[in-house]
Structure formats: structure tokens, C-alpha cells
């Protein structure tokens, strides 16, 4: 008789099967819905200001343009500078009337549309003015004066609606 070895008949250990990454436990799904909405949303907001600022790029665009173009024509260059004002500003607030204004009433409303006002009461002043004088002359300080401000009130001034 020949007794059995009772080592021969132990089986390994069974290790069980290794955890799966998935389905993720609920908190992860929870995280994942939280970034997924995040993203979105951020992307929908991004998407909607840069068209909603886009006329601001156009604007600033187009007073660099007119810089180059009327360089030497000061009467004209502030005459197309007020005009580029003006069209943004009815771009911006198509609520206000500015086509019939005059100078220093605009630039008045333009400065209500900033926090603070960028258009100072000379050049309002000088460029009311302009259009009463036999020969208009157009100081180079004043053109660099309103190239200045234009440009500030073009990346400064609010989107909403100012305060009428």
C-alpha cells in the first residue's frame, strides 16, 4: 500500500479575475458629464464672444488702414475716422441715432459708453468747429489726439446699451 501524497492533490491558488477600468464607477461618470458640460458650454461662450467682438477687429483694422491711406489728407482722414466711429457705434448700439448728430454730441455719447470717458471736451470742442471754417486745418496734434481715442474707444467701450 502506497499511500498517497496529499501534496498532489492541493490546487493553486485561483486569483480573481483583475478589476476592468470598465463601466467606471459613478463618480467618474459624474466627473466625465461635468468636463463634457464644461467644455461645452466654455467653447459656446468663446464662439459667441469672438462674434460678438468681431466688428471690434474689423473696426480696429480698418482705422489702421485709414492711417496709411489719408496720411497726408488730415481733413479727410478725421472725416473717415468719425464715419468708422459712427458705424460702429450703430453696429454696437443699433438703438442709438448717431447719423444725425453732430460731432461733439456723438463723441458726448460715445464717452457714456466707456467706464470712463476717452473723448476730452477739447477735441469735442475743436472738432465741432471744423465743419464752421472757410479752410479747415487739422493740427497734427489733434489727429494724433483722435487716432488715440478713436482706438481706445474701440477696445474699450461696452457692449450693452449705455444709459439713456
Not at 460702429?88 to 442709438?96: E, G, H, I, R, S
Not at 466707456?114 to 469735442?124: G, V, Y
Request: aromatic share 8%; net charge positive.
Amino acid at each position: 500500500m502506497n499511500p498517497q501524497d496529499p501534496l498532489s492533490q492541493l490546487r493553486d491558488i485561483q486569483l480573481p479575475d483583475p478589476i476592468s477600468w470598465w463601466p467606471p464607477a459613478p463618480g467618474w461618470w459624474m466627473l466625465m458629464i461635468l468636463v463634457v458640460a464644461t467644455i461645452y458650454f466654455s467653447t459656446r461662450w468663446l464662439l459667441r464672444w469672438h462674434a460678438h467682438n468681431c466688428y471690434r477687429k474689423e473696426a480696429l483694422r480698418h482705422l489702421d488702414q485709414l492711417q496709411f491711406q489719408h496720411a497726408h489728407q488730415p481733413l479727410s482722414q478725421c472725416r473717415e475716422i468719425l464715419t468708422l466711429l459712427r458705424r460702429t457705434a450703430k453696429t454696437a448700439y443699433p438703438q442709438l441715432s448717431l447719423e444725425a448728430e453732430s460731432t461733439p454730441s456723438m463723441l458726448s455719447q460715445l464717452n457714456q459708453c466707456c467706464a470712463s470717458p476717452i473723448f476730452d471736451e477739447e477735441i469735442q470742442q475743436q472738432l465741432g468747429n471744423l465743419p464752421y471754417q472757410k479752410s479747415p486745418e487739422i493740427p497734427d496734434q489733434l489727429m494724433q489726439q483722435l487716432n488715440q481715442s478713436a482706438r481706445q474707444w474701440l477696445k474699450k467701450h461696452r457692449r450693452k446699451p449705455p444709459q439713456c
